[in-house]
């Protein structure tokens, strides 16, 4: 299985950068996940990761270090509507079928504040 | 044009009781999951389906069960409801379970069924 690490909470103004850090430990790593939820809705998908380095897609990028277990979602030009949960999730071999199933950390609580 | 559907949103019973949450996917995917998501906003997998088959059981009781009639339908039934059983599941699918290297498979989820036992 493995081990997700995030923080629980952050805040951050209107127009600034957040950088949300997630550590993992596991073994048969095959990818890692950012999703985002809102309060009282279903999370979806933001960010995959599965070699090394910087993924950019719009004002969301999403970092990955493998050999260190790492990995951070970094969120420009913050908008009110960013505030949600983000979420980490990495994929891992599991079940005895061999399948690979997300495992999800317990999530980030991301408050934006004019 | 939902693309993953579930029923009921809500979800009220007594403790003892047994109830029902039933999840349709319209994507064409081959994979569905059942997730617990818990107060603390924790969400754990239950179980997921492979083309109708059981491939995973993340250590569920017994009074959880799963039945998929079809690709389409992963349906949850739960017996003997007890306290701490109140959360919000989540039904996802994804294209395939995710046995190669195949790319990102992503997981796309239902609203989510609140299930409150008192």
């Known amino acids: 299985g493995q081990n997700i690490d995030q923080p629980t909470e952050m805040t951050a103004t209107e127009g600034a950068i957040v950088q949300i850090n997630c550590t993992y430990q596991t073994s048969g790593f095959n990818g890692l996940f950012w999703y985002q939820q809102h309060a009282g809705e279903a999370p979806t998908f933001l960010s995959y990761?599965?070699?090394?380095g910087l993924e950019e897609k719009g004002r969301f990028s999403s970092f990955l270090s493998r050999s260190k277990g790492y990995s951070y979602l970094l969120l420009k030009e913050l908008q009110m509507k960013d505030s949600a949960s983000y979420l980490c999730a990495v994929r891992d071999r599991g079940g005895s079928g061999g399948s690979y199933i997300p495992t999800f950390g317990r999530g980030t609580s991301l408050i934006v504040h004019p | 044009d939902t693309a993953v559907s579930q029923t009921p949103k809500y979800l009220v019973t007594q403790m003892g009781n047994d109830k029902s949450i039933k999840c349709e996917q319209n994507l064409g995917h081959d994979t569905m999951y059942w997730y617990k998501q818990d107060s603390k906003k924790f969400l754990k997998i239950m179980f997921s389906y492979n083309n109708k088959e059981l491939i995973i059981n993340e250590t569920v009781p017994n009074r959880f069960s799963p039945k998929s009639p079809d690709k389409a339908h992963l349906n949850l039934h739960i017996n003997s409801l007890e306290l701490g059983d109140s959360a919000v599941y989540f039904c996802a699918s994804s294209q395939d379970p995710g046995t190669t290297f195949s790319g990102a498979n992503v997981l796309t989820f239902g609203a989510g069924s609140r299930l409150t036992v008192l």
């Open positions: 990761n599965v070699l090394d």
